[in-house]
């Protein structure tokens, strides 16, 4: 069974992102565009004269390492989620299954 | 609006500890209570903290031309409540501080307030009360979510204004307002979408949790019929 407006409400995520990067087509990094606002916050603080005082402990060597770690943070996230909610319908399916049995013996 | 690591002088990173680790102790209390009375309700809690793992990984590109990422606090608030959350909050901040130096360990009590209390505190509350004025369960959680992850960057921006008042307070936050806030709108409605899905499936598959946890009222119409269609 084809849950079609889960399909629909996930289309409108799609839209929502692919949207600014129609809108802002050609554009990259060295036109300023599509950094993060995480890296934005720091950037100004640091332009008004502010020095942290604390370093991370431990920074990703590269842009591949740091995309491998986020990669496999939502990889965890993806699988929790698609455990259980397999459980869940495979529970549901079962009880369904009984159910109907019951009914014919009945 | 992940505070990088050292980007809060030392008084305030204490002053956010301070305020946000009895929210995570008084959690980490709820969540056992919750698993204990309910121990089926630990996948959901998984689910719960799986989705704000997702979620806080994705940068997303927004209209304003950056990108941020959502926060996906507002399906726990709903489930476990708010100071439930703090906690799963507080794990995923760990590990974005640890292996992506992604936010800090001396700005953890500020990032965990922001995320794991304002956020999800705003999300829980606007829950009860669209609830409680009657509204379908998929659109308060919808207006829950989004405020939830929108309230989280405004927390954001106050916290840092308050940190830099340069030259005044107004005027940082007017400057940090621009840099969180407004990228922030589309990506919470993304969120307050993806958060709808996954809700109306718990609500398809396990709508007696659901009623167990107190998330809905087992005599509401929607939990009736889907408990119907469940069977």
């Known amino acids: ?78 699988i929790i989620i698609g455990f259980v909610f397999g459980y869940y319908t495979g529970q549901s399916k079962e009880r369904k299954r009984k159910l109907e049995s019951n009914e014919k013996i009945d | 609006m992940h505070i990088a690591e050292g980007f809060l002088p030392w008084q305030w990173c204490l002053f956010w500890y301070i305020v946000a680790l009895p929210v995570i102790a008084y959690g980490i209390i709820q969540i056992k209570r919750v698993t204990d009375e309910h121990p089926e309700s630990k996948p959901l809690l998984a689910v719960s903290g799986a989705f704000i793992f997702i979620l806080s990984s994705l940068k997303l590109p927004s209209v304003t031309g950056s990108c941020s990422h959502p926060t996906g606090t507002g399906l726990g608030a709903v489930l476990f409540g708010p100071a439930a959350v703090s906690v799963l909050a507080a794990i995923v901040l760990v590990f974005q501080a640890l292996l992506l130096a992604h936010g800090g360990i001396t700005t953890l009590g500020a990032n965990d307030f922001s995320m794991g209390i304002v956020g999800p505190f705003a999300a829980w509350l606007i829950w009860k009360g669209a609830r409680k004025i009657g509204w379908s369960s998929s659109l308060a959680i919808f207006i829950a979510a989004v405020m939830g992850d929108w309230l989280t960057y405004v927390t954001t921006a106050v916290q840092l204004s308050l940190a830099f008042p340069i030259p005044t307070f107004e005027a940082a936050f007017v400057k940090f307002i621009a840099i969180y806030a407004y990228t922030q709108v589309p990506l919470a409605i993304a969120e307050g979408i993806l958060t709808v899905v996954v809700f109306e499936y718990i609500m398809k598959l396990r709508p007696d949790i659901l009623v167990k946890l107190g998330v809905i009222k087992s005599e509401d119409p929607e939990i009736v019929k889907a408990r119907t269609e469940a069977v």
């Open chain 1, 1 to 78: 069974m084809v849950n079609k407006r889960a399909i629909l409400l996930l289309s409108l995520v799609a839209v929502i992102v692919i949207f600014p990067l129609a809108f802002y087509n050609g554009k990259g990094e060295e036109q300023g565009y599509f950094g993060g606002t995480d890296d934005q916050g720091p950037q100004y603080i640091e332009s008004t004269g502010y020095t942290p005082w604390f370093h991370s402990l431990w920074e990703p060597p590269s842009g591949e390492i740091e995309s491998l770690l986020f990669a496999v943070q939502a990889a965890i996230g993806a």
